[in-house]
């Protein structure tokens, strides 16, 4: 929590020094776990510590659905390459994702990987829906998981608090805070975020941190 807080790490020092090591990791352990609801909160309602709004989401490619049978082997270069069936599908820019007969589950294809398209038989060519995948809506909020007790995290010591991720879901949230780039796909191209800062302090808690120190230490 370094964002400009000069001044208020100056007034807690100054109130925290007058308590004793046990009450001050108390303390500060409350003042994490508050922190990192209001910084989940803010993150849900997708804004800035200003109180702007996050940069939006790029608008994807439109997908090519498609309510007919595919078959084909994948992937290209392998010895034996598997047989892939699908009975509904949509193609989005390199990705063909639908429901893996074989498999039993929806799987994703890049189709520029495909081995060999081969002519669907008749007990196989059957039309159905467009395909739905789960979480569609949802989708459109961004850093649902991130956001959550699961990843972002909170704790204190007697000198410091501290709100923030670690291993994985940090290497995720570092590059949308600075703008950094990423491989959304394995095989993919390099991508470069737009720069939202999901954690820094809004005005609202830089004030609620100074008061509630200074009401701690006043009442104690």
């Not at 929590?1 to 109130?15: F, H, K, T, V, Y």
């Not at 270069?77 to 989005?92: D, T």
């Not at 395909?131 to 007790?149: C, D, E």
Request: hydrophobic share 35%; proline share 4%; glycine share 10%.
């Amino acid at each position: 929590m370094s964002d400009g807080l000069d001044e208020i790490e100056r007034l807690a020092r100054s109130c925290l020094r007058s308590v004793g090591a046990s009450e001050r990791r108390q303390i500060l352990r409350g003042l994490a776990r508050d922190i990192r609801q209001s910084q989940s909160d803010r993150i849900a309602a997708q804004r800035e510590p200003d109180g702007s709004a996050f940069a939006p989401r790029k608008p994807r490619e439109a997908e090519q659905g498609g309510g007919y049978t595919v078959k084909f082997l994948y992937p290209k270069g392998a010895a034996e390459p598997r047989l892939v069936i699908m009975k509904s599908w949509v193609r989005q820019g390199p990705l063909l994702t639908g429901f893996d007969s074989e498999a039993g589950a929806i799987r994703s294809f890049f189709w520029d990987k495909v081995a060999q398209w081969l002519p669907v038989e008749g007990n196989e060519r059957v039309r159905s829906g467009k395909l739905r995948r789960r979480g569609a809506i949802k989708s459109k909020a961004m850093f649902r998981r991130l956001r959550t007790a699961r990843y972002l995290k909170n704790g204190a010591t007697a000198d410091e608090a501290w709100v923030g991720w670690m291993g994985g879901a940090s290497t995720i949230a570092s590059i949308h805070q600075e703008g950094g780039s990423d491989r959304p796909a394995k095989k993919g191209k390099a991508v470069r975020y737009a720069r939202r800062i999901l954690l820094g302090l809004t005005a609202a808690e830089r004030s609620m941190l100074v008061d509630r120190l200074l009401n701690h230490t006043m009442t104690s």
